[in-house]
């Protein structure tokens, strides 16, 4: 894809789903990967997925909670592969389904800590990094649940609005030093994380999956695809805008 070849792409939440697949799309592309998971396991597995397909990766391991462990990834990126132009913040949880009311605070704190501000430090730490090798992209993942309210997952909703905001503000802030930042609203994706929830509410699962206007899942690949593309010159008039790609679910 335009530009990405030869460049160097940072992916929290590299270990599995969404995040895996789209280190390994920026790898199929030519890009120099540094995936970043709390997961030593499956972090370690998806560089070495890359390294099978002939792709150059680095594992590190990150706490996206933890300002110094983000600080280590981009200098690994930027000692490794001399520099970084593309990041994608994507780790994250979904927490506990509970009523409004019933949110405690050790849940709440939690999911925005993971969710939003993992987000807004990772952010922090890559832009410079980014400016200083000219200019890039990054994508951050928000959800359908950052344009829509679901019962039951205030904290995950709050959060991903969250990330909408920090992507729109980051947009203004630096599109005009070289920087586009854009989000990727995924819909229901056949991830681990949608597993988990199937597994809590299986019925429930199905009747989403019923109101979907594709009437299926998506992959973790569609997204891979959109974050690519958003950080690829052929998306070089896109900043600032929240992408769903959802089967259509958002539109109706």
């Known amino acids: ?6 460049g160097v792409a940072l992916v929290t939440g590299a270990a599995s789903g969404i995040g895996r697949a789209t280190a390994q799309r920026f790898a199929e592309e030519g890009a120099s990967v540094v995936a970043a ?17 002939g792709g150059e990766a680095t594992f590190v391991e990150t706490d996206v909670t933890d300002e110094s462990d983000l600080t280590t990834a981009v200098e690994t ?21 509970v009523s409004f009311s019933e949110q405690d605070d050790a849940n709440w704190n939690q999911v925005l800590d993971i969710n939003l501000n993992g987000v807004f430090f990772a952010m922090r ?17 928000s959800s359908i649940a950052g344009i829509l309210g679901f019962p039951n997952l205030s904290p995950y909703v709050a ?16 599109s005009s030093d070289g920087l586009r930042v854009n989000a990727v609203l995924p819909g229901v994706i056949e991830t681990p994380m949608v597993a988990r929830s199937g597994e809590q509410d299986p019925e429930a699962t199905e009747q989403t999956i019923a109101g979907i206007p594709a009437s299926r899942l998506g992959q973790p690949e569609e997204i891979a695809s959109a974050v690519v593309w958003l950080c690829s010159e052929d998306a ?7 992408l ?6 958002s539109i109706q």
């Open 37 to 53: 998971d709390i997961d030593v396991e499956g972090g370690e597995e998806t560089v070495s997925q890359i390294e099978s397909g």
């Open 77 to 97: 990126a930027v000692d490794t592969y001399d520099g970084l132009d593309f990041a994608f913040n994507n780790a994250g949880i979904e927490g506990d389904q």
């Open 1 to 6: 894809m335009n530009g990405i070849d030869g």
């Open 159 to 174: 959060s991903k609005h969250g990330v909408v905001g920090l992507t729109k503000t980051a947009a203004v802030e630096f």
């Open 125 to 141: 730490e890559e832009i410079p990094a980014i400016l200083e090798s000219g200019g890039g992209a990054i994508v951050n993942t």
């Open 236 to 242: 070089s008039y896109v900043t600032g805008q929240p």
């Open 244 to 249: 769903p790609v959802d089967g259509g679910y």
